[in-house]
């Protein structure tokens, strides 16, 4: 076992779920999936039965924990879900060209890979930093400046911290691809670790699930912990005198001191709060967790309207970049550090979100803002901690190509010429 990742026993979820679902159908009434694919004992049993195909129906499933949530016997579905995943993905052959057993993936995967790339990848540690701020893909690339503006925050909190811009690989694992998960994590907590790194604060919460379970050795913190304590908005700024609903994040459903937190800092906005029927862990996931959507977008739409509904019109505060994305398709929804650190665009729902490819050239503007903030700090990227480093020429010349195009593009917006 390679330290730090930790490998469950062989098929154990599944076999127990097997053994003790009693099918008594109360996660089947909360999950779209469930009620038209079956019971989670039904499920397992059909795999463990049945023929491995690489059509399964647990690709559908959004992993996002609410069966076990309200499993009289807490049975862990998703941790059976995802053996199942990584054992189509072992075993069944792909093409050259696949990462996955579901070409429908093929998206996500380059998604990651790209985020875990020498080119968008920043370890950026000021001299004696043993803690970081780690922001996750998808705050970093649609949220730059917010981005920037929390880590100069916590800066002030504490001179020494360092910022890292990369992917914990979250999509890997839940695809069920672990080989690949296992390695790109090891590498990142490696460095982290010979750069006396000790302490981790990760903005996305999946991000903070995956340091949670897997990097052991650090303390893994959610920055609106951190922020909680140290508001932002010092008491009696109250400027935010709207009734909101808090959308919490399916990943971390089991944590409520994330969610004290998040309360915290509505509240200090002078917000009020009124609780949807899915609240804290009892949470729904958005639909966008662990590739459903790919795979099944009418099921995992569902949960959207669920929330649209439960809203009721109302504002939904979220903490998570790719919840706040998801759900504004429906409703309108403001990201938390928009609210604190951007708060007269997000009260007009004026934020600045960049949409792809324009997140692509955002990344790389912040990353080059942030190695100019520090020339003092030791800096690093992917390439720097990769076993073997070594790509192509060609390879390059495909990037920088790539680069100038969204720069190109990124110069025609600048000045109205495409929006």
């Not at 811009?165 to 390695?183: A, I, V, Y």
Request: proline share 5%.
């Amino acid at each position: 076992m390679i330290p730090g990742i930790r490998i469950e026993k062989k098929m154990a979820a599944v076999n127990e779920i097997a053994k003790r679902c009693v099918s008594c159908n109360l996660c089947v009434k909360e999950c779209a999936f469930l009620q038209k694919h079956g019971t989670p004992g039904t499920l397992c049993n059909a795999f463990l039965s049945g023929p491995q195909k690489e059509d399964s129906p647990v690709f559908a499933c959004n992993l996002c924990g609410l069966c076990q949530a309200v499993c009289p016997g807490n049975l862990d579905c998703s941790a059976a879900f995802l053996e199942i995943r990584r054992t189509l993905q072992k075993n069944i052959p792909l093409s050259a060209k696949s990462k996955s057993v579901q070409n429908r993936h093929k998206l996500l995967c380059s998604y990651e890979a790209r985020g875990t790339s020498p080119l968008f990848s920043l370890y950026l540690f000021p001299e004696r930093c043993d803690s970081i701020f780690f922001p996750g893909c998808t705050l970093a690339a649609t949220r730059s400046n917010v981005t920037q503006s929390v880590y100069d925050y916590c800066k002030k909190l504490d001179p020494t911290i360092g910022i890292v811009l990369d992917c914990c690989t979250k999509p890997s694992h839940d695809l069920g691809l672990h080989g690949n998960f296992e390695k790109s994590l090891v590498q990142l907590t490696d460095h982290l670790k010979n750069n006396n790194i000790k302490r981790i604060f990760t903005a996305c919460p999946s991000c903070y699930a995956t340091f949670k379970a897997y990097a052991g050795g650090f303390e893994t913190c959610s920055i609106y912990e951190w922020l909680a304590e140290n508001p932002p908005l010092p008491p009696g700024n109250e400027f935010f005198a709207e009734t909101v609903a808090i959308h919490d994040t399916c990943a971390t459903r089991s944590v409520t001191k994330i969610h004290d937190a998040v309360r915290t800092l509505v509240a200090g906005t002078g917000a009020g709060l009124e609780e949807m029927k899915h609240n804290r862990d009892r949470a729904i996931c958005c639909g966008e967790g662990a590739a459903a959507a790919f795979i099944a977008p009418a099921i995992t739409a569902g949960w959207r309207t669920i929330r649209k509904n439960e809203a009721s019109g109302k504002r939904v505060i979220t903490y998570c970049a790719g919840c706040s994305n998801t759900l504004g398709k429906e409703v309108p929804a403001t990201h938390l550090l928009d609210l604190l650190f951007d708060p007269k665009n997000a009260i007009q729902g004026k934020e600045k979100i960049a949409k792809a490819p324009f997140t692509y050239v955002d990344r790389l503007l912040l990353k080059n803002r942030l190695k100019k903030s520090d020339k003092t700090a030791l800096v690093a990227n992917r390439s720097s901690i990769m076993a073997e480093s070594k790509v192509s020429s060609s390879r390059y010349r495909v990037k920088i190509a790539i680069v100038a195009l969204l720069f190109i593009a990124f110069g025609l917006r600048l000045f109205g010429v495409i929006v």
